[in-house]
């Protein structure tokens, strides 16, 4: 909001009404829902767009309005992760959310698929029909970026839209992000060690999905694709 010269919240006063600020995230994960109560708390008005129609009920829980585009099949793999869209797909979402981003006051870009380059959902012709003076904070920009125009590490103005591309976010709250991290990193651990055993099952899903190399061969499937293809 430091970068938003607007009041957030609806303020009725005898000079007359303000009206609430308005939000548009991309991607409804840990992120963007954060993002999403964040902004509810602050008195914005706030649309979610997501490739999976499952999180609607999230989005709705916490005040916030599902941006709906319809498509043909599931966008969810079986871990509950957005998988790769189809340039179809992108390009019909574009479409939808084109009126939704040129009447944002703030648009925050959250979306990341696993292991590929972040898909492009704000173009540069979308930030020209922007809002003088609106924001766009692309939180995905250390993965390629949301928004095409972004630049990793720089604060950039164009077409009157100020651009942040931080790419990396929690060292800016270096204390909660080292505290959070440390205790998921132990509970990661104990997870498959018992009083400083080793118990790799791979038949578990949470050892299945992080082991990469066992017995000096490479096992885990998306790394192995990776090496394999470059992609």
Not at 151 to 156: F, I, L, R, S, T
Not at 208 to 221: H, M, Q, R, Y
């Amino acid at each position: 909001t430091n970068y938003l010269q607007k009041i957030f919240p609806l303020m009725m006063t005898a000079a007359g009404t303000i009206t609430p600020s308005k939000v548009v995230i991309m991607g409804a994960g840990v992120a963007g829902l954060q993002a999403l109560g964040t902004a509810k708390r602050l008195g914005a008005v706030v649309e979610v767009s997501d490739v999976r129609p499952a999180v609607k009920e999230e989005v709705m829980s916490l005040g916030g309005r599902f941006i709906e585009v319809e498509m043909d099949k599931s966008m969810q793999d079986e871990r509950g992760y957005a998988k790769e869209a189809s340039q179809e797909y992108l390009n019909k979402q574009k479409e939808v959310l084109f009126k939704h981003i040129t009447a944002a006051d703030i648009v925050i870009t959250t979306a990341l698929v696993p292991g590929r380059k972040a898909p492009i959902l704000v173009t540069e012709e979308m930030v020209k029909h922007m809002r003088h003076g609106s924001v766009v904070l692309d939180m995905a920009v250390e993965f390629g970026g949301n928004c095409e125009i972004s630049e990793a590490g720089k604060v950039v103005v164009k077409h009157g839209v100020t651009i942040i591309g931080e790419p990396n976010l929690p060292s800016l709250m270096a204390h909660q992000a080292s505290d959070l991290y440390s205790k998921n990193l132990l509970a990661f651990i104990q997870h498959f060690s018992k009083e400083g055993n080793l118990n790799l099952n791979p038949d578990d899903e949470i050892v299945k999905s992080s082991l990469i190399v066992k017995d000096g061969e490479l096992v885990n499937e998306r790394v192995k694709n990776h090496w394999n293809t470059g992609v």
